[in-house]
């Protein structure tokens, strides 16, 4: 079971670690640096907080920092938009006494399933909390996988990406976007430390990946809001897709993800390729 004190001391570390001392504005002051990044009592010294009350929320004690403390510390660490959410995140979790251990189901209306069947020429997941997989339209599944074919327990975007040998072919730059899985996970379950599928899914990637170790060991985080797959496809060969995300209102747990192309490329050629093979036919018998 995860430790909310735990991880967040050990996120302030890692994020102390790598911040560059001359870039925060602090002079040189002859001492040799023995660790990288930022000095304990140098945080504190620019988040305006003594270094016993730093120390004691980078040890894990049972600190709940004031909002003001908490935009200290984001300027301090120099925390981009995923870092400064998580951190948020940490701390709410630490600051509240309820617990979440209740498996939630996640559906998707059926409104929505339509919606995503309405893209014809770009593909379209779903994705709920812990990076779980939860609908997607055909060209979504030509395009990375068939993901309704698999067991619902393994309908999971960062279990899919690190562990099935197809996802290791397909992504030219496999590395970079499972590593951006990775960190998006941590970010997620930081919601909901005690959520049984969240530990669950970690124990397994924990136990079948070494790359999943390693990158879940750094505490970094990734929001993933758009960007670019770089794919090596089995069918219509090399292309990039683009991607964007959208949030419901009412539900911001589940994510749309929509990829296309750019029109007038080989990529956009490749797509409507895929798209035109994926869609159904009928023979005019007239």
Same mark, same amino acid.
């Given at each position: ?95 509240? %006494? ?12 059926? &409104? ?11 593909? &379209? ?91 879940? %060991? ?41 990829? %296309? ?26």
């Amino acid at each position: 079971m995860s430790d909310p004190h735990r991880d967040l001391g050990e996120f302030l570390r890692r994020a102390r670690a790598s911040r560059d001392p001359e870039r925060a504005g602090l002079l040189p002051d002859g001492r040799i640096r023995r660790v990288p990044g930022l000095r304990r009592e140098e945080v504190a010294l620019l988040a305006g907080v003594s270094t016993d009350y730093y120390t004691r929320l980078e040890q894990g004690r049972h600190i709940v920092p004031s909002t003001q403390v908490i935009e200290a510390l984001t300027k301090a660490l120099d925390l981009d938009d995923a870092g400064e959410t998580y951190l948020r995140t940490l701390i709410g979790v630490v600051g509240s %006494s309820a617990t979440r251990t209740r498996p939630v189901v996640q559906r998707v209306r059926p &409104a929505l399933h339509q919606l995503l069947n309405s893209f014809a020429g770009q593909a &379209a997941l779903i994705l709920g909390r812990r990076t779980d997989i939860l609908a997607s339209n055909p060209l979504a599944r030509a395009l990375f996988a068939d993901f309704d074919a698999l067991p619902a327990k393994h309908r999971n975007y960062a279990r899919w990406i690190l562990l099935d040998e197809h996802a290791h072919d397909l992504f030219r730059d496999w590395e970079k976007q499972a590593r951006n899985a990775v960190e998006a996970l941590r970010l997620d379950s930081a919601a909901t430390p005690n959520d049984p599928g969240t530990q669950q899914l970690i124990g397994e990637l924990s136990l079948s990946s070494p790359e999943f170790r390693q990158w879940w %060991s750094g505490h970094r985080v990734h929001q993933r809001t758009h960007g670019t797959k770089r794919l090596n496809h089995p069918v219509v060969g090399t292309l990039d897709v683009q991607f964007e995300t959208l949030t419901f209102p009412g539900d911001d747990h589940q994510i749309l993800y929509l990829y %296309s192309t750019e029109p007038g490329t080989a990529s956009h050629e490749a797509l409507t390729l895929l798209a035109n093979w994926t869609t159904p036919h009928t023979l005019d018998q007239s």
